[in-house]
């Protein structure tokens, strides 16, 4: 089971720190990401981290801005997002991916387990 928080309305320009708590699973041993989905729009990738966490990879619109982290001991993982801008309005999901390869991935369907989204508004 993944549950998801932190996420708020804030100004253009501010900051939020989403949060995914894990349990049920052996998450630490699985990839995970962030997608987020905006009214009207398809489901789209935000950010990927390795089991380990060493490895990383975001989507164009967010890097610079965006940063995925884990800690493997609380089964939890984390996006800051700063420069919050009105188009990252959406809802927030973070998901799993247990078969672990080599690359991140990137399209929605290839992650096993979804948790419920969190909103996340950005007024101009």
């Known amino acids: 089971q993944l549950q998801a928080c932190g996420g708020g309305l804030v100004q253009a320009g501010g900051s939020l720190r989403l949060s995914c708590a894990a349990s049920?699973?052996?998450?630490?041993?699985?990839?995970m990401g962030w997608f987020r989905q905006a009214p009207g729009k398809e489901r789209e990738f935000v950010a990927a981290?390795?089991?380990?966490?060493?490895?990383?990879a975001y989507a164009d619109s967010v890097k610079g801005r965006f940063t995925i982290s884990r800690d493997n001991a609380k089964n939890t993982v984390y996006l800051q997002m700063n420069s919050l801008k009105p188009e990252d309005t959406a809802v927030y999901y973070c998901?799993?991916?247990?078969?672990?390869?080599?690359?991140?991935?990137?399209?929605?369907?290839?992650?096993?387990?979804w948790g419920h989204g969190t909103q996340v508004t950005v007024s101009s």
């Open positions: 049920g699973h052996t998450f630490s041993t699985y990839h």
């Open positions: 998901a799993a991916d247990r078969h672990v390869g080599a690359v991140l991935l990137t399209m929605s369907r290839s992650y096993d387990y």
């Open positions: 981290i390795s089991w380990s966490g060493s490895t990383t």
